[in-house]
T-cell receptor, first 111, second 121 residues
Framework: GNSVTQMEGPVTLSEEAFLTINCTYT??????LFWYVQYPGEGLQLLLK?????DKGSNKGFEATYRKETTSFHLEKGSVQVSDSAVYFC??????????FGTGTRLLVSP | GAVVSQHPSWVICKSGTSVKIECRSL??????MFWYRQFPKQSLMLMAT?????????EQGVEKDKFLINHASLTLSTLTVTSAHPEDSSFYIC?????????????????FGPGTRLTVL
């Protein structure tokens, strides 16, 4: 079946550090890939998405590239801020089916 | 972007009572809504898929008589936790999806509500 694997957290960084959160997936067909962010006490917000191989999703300085050959969709940001502290979820959707989420990675950014 | 609201944002109830949570799509019609449950520091667990005008489809292990879902209109779905117990305390999140249009995108973008925190005493 479809599944998503994320690196375990928490990821602890200092402000302005480079961020990478790894995400790999297993899926039949050609899924769409997503990164969602959840701030404390809030629901999920879509951060970025990619719908086909080699697509790069980007938003608010975050980027992720759909790599079919490595079945990966790693999240990166060149310089994190304290306000980026949140839980980040990688997810996939195959066709028009339900979303499958990874377990989430907590990011803690200190000043 | 599309907006989904939930009400209430938090609720505290006594064991044995029932609690209803509403999920509304504010600026689009949602033929499909999803209900998730999230335990502290864990991922979202899909509980059920709700299609307007038909019975909800529950995920394996989710008691349909315990978690009643109604999707009576294209903008409203409700989740009722019946005879709630402390183990039902959790963060409940809904999401909504627009209908797939002919020739439209094939990906499944869901718009999430802000969540409802349920505490059962």
């Amino acid at each position: 079946g479809n599944s998503v694997t994320q690196m375990e957290g928490p990821v602890t960084l200092s402000e302005e550090a480079f961020l990478t959160i790894n995400c790999t997936y297993t899926a039949t067909g050609y899924p769409s890939l997503f990164w969602y962010v959840q701030y404390p006490g809030e629901g999920l917000q879509l951060l970025l998405k990619a719908t086909k191989a080699d697509d790069k999703g980007s938003n608010k300085g975050f980027e992720a590239t759909y790599r079919k050959e490595t079945t990966s969709f790693h999240l990166e940001k060149g310089s994190v801020q304290v306000s980026d502290s949140a839980v980040y979820f990688c997810a996939l959707s195959a066709g028009f089916q339900k979303l499958v989420f990874g377990t989430g990675t907590r990011l803690l950014v200190s000043p | 972007g599309a907006v989904v609201s939930q009400h209430p944002s938090w609720v505290i109830c006594k064991s044995g009572t029932s609690v209803k949570i509403e999920c509304r799509s504010l600026d689009f019609q949602a033929t499909t809504m999803f209900w998730y449950r999230q335990f502290p520091k864990q991922s979202l667990m899909l509980m059920a898929t709700s299609n307007e005008g038909s019975k909800a489809t529950y995920e394996q292990g989710v008691e349909k008589d315990k978690f009643l879902i109604n999707h009576a209109s294209l903008t409203l779905s409700t989740l009722t936790v019946t005879s709630a117990h402390p183990e039902d305390s959790s963060f409940y999140i809904c999401s909504a999806r627009e209908p797939k249009l002919r020739g439209g995108p094939t990906y499944n973008e869901q718009f999430f509500g802000p969540g409802t925190r349920l505490t059962v005493l």
